[in-house]
């Protein structure tokens, strides 16, 4: 059975930071895209970060570039997002994915590209 359990989440100040964890089981997700995902209350969950395969480029949304790095580990089975400079915009609950299918590393975007989901974690910013 596939598992992805997000850990980090918690309430921080703007401008301060905070590290997620997303570790997997039940499958080997080396060469398969993952990614982190948000969403805010009332809206609509998006991209955020995340990797093709594990040693492939990493992308973000223009909103986070810069200020969030996002990381894999396959000796671990794990996904890290490491948020710095936060602000009230970042509060939103993150999820970790996970594409089940082999996509040759290339980058999944959409929240229905991804087959396996964690159960999320709440970050939230205040100012």
């Known amino acids: 059975q596939v598992q992805l359990v997000e850990s980090g989440g918690g309430l921080v100040q703007a401008g301060g930071s905070l590290g997620l964890s997303c570790t997997t089981s039940?499958?080997?997700?080396?060469?398969?895209?993952m990614s982190w995902f948000r969403q805010a209350p009332g809206k609509e969950r998006e991209f955020v970060a995340g990797?093709?395969?594990?040693?492939?480029?990493?992308n973000y949304a223009d909103s986070v570039k810069g200020r969030f790095t996002v990381a894999r580990d396959n000796a671990k089975n794990t996904m890290s997002l490491q948020m710095n400079s936060l602000k009230p915009e970042d509060t939103a609950v993150y999820y970790c994915a996970a594409n089940g299918r082999y996509t040759n590393g290339r980058m999944l975007y959409g929240v229905e590209e991804y087959s396996h989901w964690g159960q999320g974690t709440q970050v939230t910013v205040s100012s």
């Open positions: 990797m093709g395969w594990s040693g492939g480029t990493k």
């Open positions: 039940g499958q080997n997700f080396a060469m398969n895209a």
